[in-house]
């Protein structure tokens, strides 16, 4: 069974740093992990960052946070990561850490592939 909880959501000034962490249990090396976020007003999430755990240099990034945004995975901690630098206004959103095991049909991009989620984490960005 996987656990996810993340930490580290704040608020800081725009052009400010903040750096996500989420702790996972159950998560294997056939697993996708994300981060996801949700807008204020808006319904449903949306990907930011996502890698694969098995590796081969499968991390990808939405167009709005490439360049800004670095997700990364530790091991040995079994922990994911998003470092965020040069926020911006519209990264304010609710974050998600969000695991899913690899299969045929999985869109790397849809809420729906990923089966775990964490409890989310508040990143308030303010001029």
């Known amino acids: 069974q996987v656990q996810l909880a993340e930490s580290g959501g704040g608020s800081v000034q725009t052009g400010g740093s903040l750096r996500l962490s989420c702790a996972a249990s159950g998560v294997t090396s056939n697993h996708r992990m994300a981060w996801f976020r949700r807008p204020p007003g808006q319904g449903r999430e949306e990907g930011a960052a996502?890698?694969?755990?098995?590796?081969?240099?499968?991390?990808y990034y939405a167009d709005s946070v490439k360049g800004r945004f670095t997700i990364s995975w530790d091991y040995a901690k079994d922990t994911l990561y998003l470092q965020m630098n040069t926020l911006q206004l519209e990264d304010t959103a609710i974050y998600y850490c969000?695991?899913?095991?690899?299969?045929?049909?999985?869109?790397?991009?849809?809420?729906?592939?990923?089966?775990?989620w964490g409890q989310g984490t508040q990143v308030t960005v303010s001029s």
């Open positions: 996502l890698l694969y755990t098995g590796g081969g240099g499968h991390v």
């Open positions: 969000a695991a899913g095991p690899a299969s045929d049909s999985f869109n790397i991009w849809s809420p729906t592939s990923y089966t775990d």
